[in-house]
């Protein structure tokens, strides 16, 4: 239990829609990662959030984005869903402090594209 | 753009034996180094860590080995439990980088 929870599990869209999910981590935690998991990969950074301002982002286009709150939480958005971002969505939270490697993972949220 | 590779997609030991789960990466500014274990259904959970100054870490029945020379590193479970079964990512980034780049994973079998 990391105390980093994800809402929802499982979701299920169509391509074109926009998705929101949401990353609720543990008080403290005032760094936040976003990670795709694609079947069969390893999880890929999408982008980090510290102190509500985004600090750093891997290899994605603009139509995925970000927001983390004062309360510890988070969110990722997708535009525009294309089949390929089918995939698990992972959020990670890092006590402040510590350094980013010492991630705390939520179960994620699985999102299926149609 | 496949920084860090785990070649050995499953693995099967018998409990009590020894599991060794190798990881090998090509960007020589990585200079730290972990490995998470994931349940199905859970997020990856992080297991041990190594920096570069350091070729060895051991916390219990797991042992981090790093060969920066041959940019290779391992990870031991001795003795292997059934409830070590999971899925076993090696992660790697440049220090103080959040871009932390993740192997594809192990399933580790340990059967009883």
């Known amino acids: 239990e990391t105390g980093v929870t994800q809402s929802p599990t499982h979701l299920i869209k169509t391509r074109g829609q926009q998705v929101t999910l949401r990353c609720s981590s543990q008080?403290?935690?005032?760094?936040v990662s976003w990670y795709q998991q694609a079947l069969g990969q390893g999880p890929q950074f999408i982008f980090q959030?510290?102190?509500?301002?985004?600090?750093g982002r891997g290899n994605f286009p603009p139509r995925f984005s970000g927001l983390q709150f004062p309360n510890y939480s988070s969110e990722l958005n997708v535009n525009a869903l294309e089949l390929d971002d089918s995939a698990l969505y992972l959020c990670?939270?890092?006590?402040?402090?510590?350094?980013?490697?010492?991630?705390?993972f939520g179960p994620g949220t699985r999102l299926t594209v149609l | 753009d496949q920084q860090v590779k785990q070649n050995s997609p499953s693995l099967s030991v018998q409990e009590g034996r020894i599991s060794i789960l190798n990881c090998d990466y090509t960007?020589?500014?990585?200079?730290?180094f972990l490995w998470y274990k994931k349940y199905p259904a859970e997020g990856p959970t992080f297991l041990i860590s190594?920096?570069?100054?350091?070729d060895k870490n051991e916390d219990g029945r797991f042992t981090v080995f790093l060969n920066k020379s041959a940019k290779h590193l391992s990870l031991h479970i001795v003795p292997s439990q059934p409830g070590d079964s999971a899925v076993y990512f090696c992660?790697?980034?440049?220090?103080?980088?959040?871009?932390?780049?993740f192997g594809a994973g192990t399933r580790l079998t340990v059967k009883p």
């Open positions: 990670a939270s890092t006590p402040s402090g510590t350094t980013a490697s010492e991630q705390f």
């Open positions: 008080s403290g935690h005032n760094t």
């Open positions: 959030y510290y102190r509500e301002e985004e600090n």
């Open positions: 960007n020589s500014m990585f200079d730290y």
């Open positions: 190594i920096s570069s100054i350091k």
């Open positions: 992660a790697a980034s440049e220090y103080n980088n959040n871009d932390m780049r």
